[in-house]
């Protein structure tokens, strides 16, 4: 049975953000890398223990995506209990680790 995905307004706005940045409105090629980055969350609905903890915290996972320089990560957690992936933030990989008040844990998820 494939898990639920919810996406929290805080990993929305990552989403937005990074779609601009990129300039994916304007650019094929950086729309096609977009959406691959979208498919690639949904993916964890087959199987969201496959990746790897989170150094910053053992009650998250992250999503590898993209090619060095330009791997993002997709900091998620797995809730057993509904058998949902909520998932929680997305940052370019470079980024200094988060803090768990980066994850606006108040955040609605949907």
């Known amino acids: 049975m494939e898990y639920l995905i919810r996406i929290a307004e805080r990993a929305e706005r990552d989403l937005a953000v990074i779609y601009d940045a990129i300039d994916a409105e304007h650019s094929d090629p950086a729309l096609r890398w977009f959406l691959g980055?979208?498919?690639?969350?949904?993916?964890?609905?087959?199987?969201?223990?496959?990746?790897?903890?989170?150094?910053?915290?053992?009650?998250?996972?992250?999503?590898?995506?993209?090619k060095k320089p330009h791997i993002y990560r997709v900091i998620y957690r797995?809730?057993?209990?509904?058998?949902?992936?909520?998932?929680l933030h997305i940052r370019h990989g470079a980024r200094d680790k988060f803090a768990l008040q980066d994850l606006g844990g108040g955040d609605t998820i949907r």
Do not use: F, M
């Open 78 to 87: 797995v809730v057993e209990a509904k058998h949902e992936v909520e998932i």
């Open 37 to 66: 980055l979208e498919r690639a969350v949904y993916t964890l609905s087959r199987n969201p223990r496959r990746c790897s903890l989170t150094p910053e915290s053992t009650d998250c996972r992250h999503l590898l995506y993209g």
